[in-house]
């Protein structure tokens, strides 16, 4: 079936420093991919998407790109915050009606100053 | 509300009893999902409806699980005689649209059932 993989965490970086977070896929057919966020204390917020090959994602600095060919959908900032310290979990949909979204374990990301 | 309201926030069970919990989607949404997320893991789903329709419950683990959503707007989820396996947190997410894929799900807070 469907799944999704993404690196074990947690990651720690300093402020300023560069980030990847690595989501690779399994899927029939040409699913949509996600990346969901879980700041403390709150619910799960999306925070870029992608519906087919090739395209980038972005929102908040954050970017991934739809790879079909690695099968692959890499989180990367340029410059983490402190305020980017959250659960990060990559996901993904079959492109049909009533399908539901497929995720990764989860990777917690923590910055510091 | 603005959001996805999930009651109550934080359950705690003995071993057997049977527990209900709640989801208030933000109002106009169509679908509406469960997700249980246990320690460390992902969500994984559980049950979909669209209005009043369940269609899908291919994840609900067993039959202690049920869920109904039958004025197409509230959502329960019911956990009979609950184990301790069933020890999670219970996500409750809604889309506009009529599935996961075709906009963005919001999803609640949560209810932390613990059980003893």
């Known amino acids: 079936g469907d799944s999704v993989t993404q690196m074990e965490g947690p990651v720690t970086l300093s402020e300023e420093a560069f980030l990847t977070i690595n989501c690779t896929y399994t899927a029939t057919g040409y699913p949509s991919l996600f990346w969901y966020v879980q700041y403390p204390g709150e619910g799960l917020q999306l925070l870029l998407k992608?519906?087919?090959?090739?395209d980038k994602g972005s929102n908040k600095g954050f970017e991934a790109t739809y790879r079909k060919e690695t099968t692959s959908f890499h989180l990367e900032k340029g410059s983490v915050q402190v305020s980017d310290s959250a659960v990060y979990f990559c996901a993904l949909s079959a492109n049909q009606a009533g399908t539901a979204l497929i995720f990764g374990k989860g990777t917690t990301l923590s910055v510091s100053s | 509300g603005a959001g996805v309201s999930q009651s109550p926030r934080y359950k705690v069970a003995k071993r057997g009893q049977d527990v209900a919990l709640r989801c208030d989607p933000i109002?106009?949404?169509?679908?509406l999902f469960w997700y249980q997320q246990a320690l460390g893991q992902g969500p994984e789903f559980l049950t979909y409806?669209?209005?009043?329709?369940?269609?899908?419950k291919s994840g609900l683990p067993s039959d202690r699980f049920f869920a109904e959503r039958p004025e197409g707007s509230v959502s329960t989820l019911k956990i009979q005689r609950t184990q301790q396996e069933d020890s999670a947190v219970y996500l409750c997410?809604?889309?506009?649209?009529?599935?996961?894929?075709?906009?963005?799900?919001?999803f609640g807070e949560g209810s932390r059932l613990t059980v003893l």
């Open positions: 409806f669209q209005n009043e329709a369940q269609l899908d």
């Open positions: 997410a809604s889309s506009q649209g009529r599935g996961g894929n075709t906009g963005e799900l919001f």
């Open positions: 109002s106009g949404h169509v679908s």
């Open positions: 992608a519906t087919k090959a090739d």
